[in-house]
């Protein structure tokens, strides 16, 4: 919303020449306050427009409506929020000589149907922190409708709205306006709690000469007129009043004048002076930029030497090889668009083949600012320190020619966030779901475990959980990632990451520690549950944070109400037991206190006991289906890195089982070290926002 002063400096601006208008009777007021208007606007009652001044003289009004902006179409006046306003204090609005135009739509209420679908409430007006005049709480809550008259066709031939139009729609109270404001040429201003008037002279146009005339439609006889001044000219635009001039004209005829030859001097040199003053701006201000682009100039090219050796430290003091630039243009038949597989966060994901046909993703990083090369540097000493079946493998990197490009390999069947978005392939089957999330708490808890010293993802999430041909995950995007101390519980850096997937106590102390990635991985165990966006602003408000609703509907004993139900989770007894299990897992990694949360070995480990129970329990019911006492063996798990078993144990024989979990610490932490050469091709970051499929046949 405009404020006071700026509306009037922007009247005077496209009035350049404001003339006080001529008293016709003693008790005219030719001014109000500081603000004159010019024809055909006045405060006299023989004013063409008539428009009113406040008592104490500073505010210009129409009825009890505050005048905010006069253009060349119209009159703009604020209308403030304000629940069971009257319709009829609108009224003094339907004038003779202005009404409201089609450029507005009326925020009604206590209407008796709605009219196109915009409701809104008070508090999402105007904020929670800011209470609405005359509403109560019953109004807080109400919903209001968007009213907006359609625009004009054969069966309505007036420009400007009619006050049946607004009195006829069935609505008792005017909660307020909004106004688009076209008075900027192209560009359109939506202003809040704004109405603009429509303004007119009636009869047909009368304009001076270098004018424009626009024809106002009233009604089915009656026609009014405004006059508008061409480009290059300024004044009223009309006969009866001052006309229109030639921008230049005042100095001219100030030169030949010989009424108040002191008064033109002034003028003069008054021009003169405002000339100067522009030209030695301007040459200050180009300056100014003349000296900024230099020094960032400099400063670029510093940080270029500093970029170009801090990578080649990096790539050199590991095993990643470096590939030349024209290799990396070769492979990717120089970047071509039919290559393009996404853009992620800091880079343009393209597919390509290197010189042995070896199928590769290849990531050229957009930003080559200090940030951008720091997450860099850190990927690729992170990814060329461990080696983990289930993490992203980093091929190699090109650091020519200022380029920061990575070279992974390449994942065909994208990220866990598109199957369970429904973006690409079929549904997920619960089984590949708990398998993933197994395989990816493996990936997690060996950085927290296996590594001295620890690594802290920072940035756990659906997105960079990436599936290869079989749908064996592999955690990616290690830019964020950092070492943690082996003296310390946590290690204090600002936050950062992903909302929705962000540890509270992490941003509310800055404490990183490993129990942050926990309550990410938890964000991605209630996704793999529900298959709901993370951050949903379609939501209601209070479950916007898909955290924050499945805590309260698992602690509620609600969890059927946020279950994917293509899982189909009653379809058989495991699969109802396995989703809760895991709901429950979910429910404390999501703890607020980071005391409170699992380790991801016990994570990982929950995860495998619950993976391996529906094995555990098809080998009950074969058993107990047996009519002689041989020995079950279980089928093969499928997955060589499993961690450990678990049974089910009959109690008092009542057909009740129970869940043995054996110790498996030790066991656990010697399957992360185990080390698969084998998996597939992956890249790392969420590419597919806006995919194309590549032309080649990786």
């Not at 498996?664 to 992956?682: A, G, H, I, Y």
Request: aromatic share 8%; proline share 4%; hydrophobic share 35%.
């Amino acid at each position: 919303m405009f404020h006071h002063n700026i509306n009037f400096a922007l009247l005077l601006s496209i009035f350049v020449f404001c003339s006080t208008i001529a008293a016709t009777a003693t008790n005219c007021r030719p001014s109000c306050g500081q603000h004159s208007l010019q024809y055909p606007f006045g405060f006299c009652s023989d004013s063409k427009v008539k428009l009113n001044c406040s008592n104490d003289g500073t505010k210009v009004k129409i009825g009890e409506f505050e005048v905010q902006n006069i253009t060349s179409d119209g009159i703009f006046v604020s209308l403030p929020v304000k629940c069971n306003r009257s319709m009829g204090i609108v009224d003094p609005l339907f004038g003779v000589n202005f009404s409201p135009t089609f450029n507005n739509s009326f925020l009604l209420q206590g209407c008796k149907s709605k009219f196109n679908s915009c409701d809104i409430t008070p508090s999402s007006f105007v904020g929670d922190h800011n209470p609405v005049e005359g509403c109560d709480r019953k109004n807080e809550s109400e919903d209001f409708i968007c009213f907006k008259q359609l625009p004009r066709n054969s069966s309505r031939r007036e420009d400007v709205l009619q006050q049946s139009d607004l009195m006829g729609i069935g609505c008792n109270f005017l909660f307020s306006a909004i106004a688009y404001d076209k008075s900027k040429g192209k560009e359109l201003l939506l202003q809040l709690q704004m109405l603009e008037l429509g303004w007119w002279l009636k009869g047909p146009c009368n304009c001076s000469n270098n004018a424009s005339c626009t024809v106002v439609k009233l009604g089915t006889k009656d026609q009014g007129y405004r006059c508008r001044c061409h480009e290059g000219f300024v004044g009223d635009g009309f006969k009866d009043g001052d006309g229109c001039r030639s921008t230049f004209s005042s100095v001219r005829q100030c030169k030949g004048s010989t009424l108040w030859p002191g008064g033109c001097r002034k003028a003069i040199k008054i021009v003169v002076l405002v000339g100067v003053v522009i030209i030695a701006a301007i040459l200050v201000v180009a300056l100014s930029l003349l000296c900024y682009f230099t020094r960032r100039r400099s400063s670029w090219l510093r940080k270029q030497v500093t970029v170009k050796r801090l990578l080649r430290e990096a790539a050199g003091d590991s095993t990643v090889p470096l590939y030349p630039y024209k290799e990396i243009e070769r492979a990717t038949s120089f970047f071509d668009e039919k290559h393009r597989l996404g853009t992620g966060a800091f880079g343009t994901v393209y597919a390509g083949h290197l010189h042995n046909d070896e199928c590769v993703a290849i990531k050229k990083i957009k930003y080559r600012d200090t940030n951008s090369v720091d997450q860099v540097i850190n990927e690729i000493k992170l990814l060329s320190s461990v080696s983990h079946p289930n993490l992203v493998r980093l091929l190699g990197c090109c650091i020519e020619g200022g380029e920061q490009i990575l070279v992974y390999e390449y994942m065909p069947n994208g990220t866990l966030s598109e199957h369970l978005q429904r973006e690409r392939g079929g549904i997920l089957p619960w089984t590949i779901r708990l398998t993933i999330a197994t395989e990816t708490a493996n990936a997690i808890a060996y950085l927290h475990s296996a590594i001295n010293p620890p690594i802290y993802h920072r940035d756990i999430k659906s997105s960079n959980i990436l599936l290869d041909y079989n749908f064996q995950s592999k955690v990616a995007d290690f830019g964020l990632s950092r070492l943690g101390m082996s003296e310390t519980s946590h290690i204090s850096t600002a936050p950062q990451g992903t909302p929705g997937y962000v540890d509270p106590q992490y941003h509310q102390n800055f404490h990183l520690s490993d129990k942050s990635d926990v309550y990410s991985f938890g964000v991605v165990l209630v996704e793999i549950i529900s298959a709901m966006k993370v951050v949903d602003f379609s939501r209601p408000k209070s479950e916007t944070n898909l955290a924050a609703l499945a805590v309260e509907r698992i602690r509620r004993g609600c969890l059927d109400d946020i279950i994917d139900p293509f899982l189909e989770p009653h379809r058989d007894a495991w699969t109802l037991y396995s989703v809760h299990k895991v709901a429950e897992l979910a429910f404390r990694c999501l703890a607020f206190h980071s005391d409170m949360r699992p380790t991801m070995i016990e994570v990982a480990e929950e995860l495998e006991v619950i993976r391996r129970s529906e094995w555990e329990t098809l080998e009950e019911t074969i058993c107990t289906a047996s009519s002689v006492g041989s020995v079950c063996s279980s089928p093969r798990i499928g997955r060589e890195n499993s961690l450990v078993g678990a049974s089910f144990e009959r109690v008092g024989g009542q057909g009740s089982e129970t869940l043995i979990v054996p110790p498996k610490t030790e066991m656990f932490l010697q399957s992360m070290t185990e080390v698969k050469d084998n998996s597939p091709v992956s890249v790392h970051d969420a590419w597919l926002s806006g995919t194309s499929s590549p032309s080649t046949n990786c």
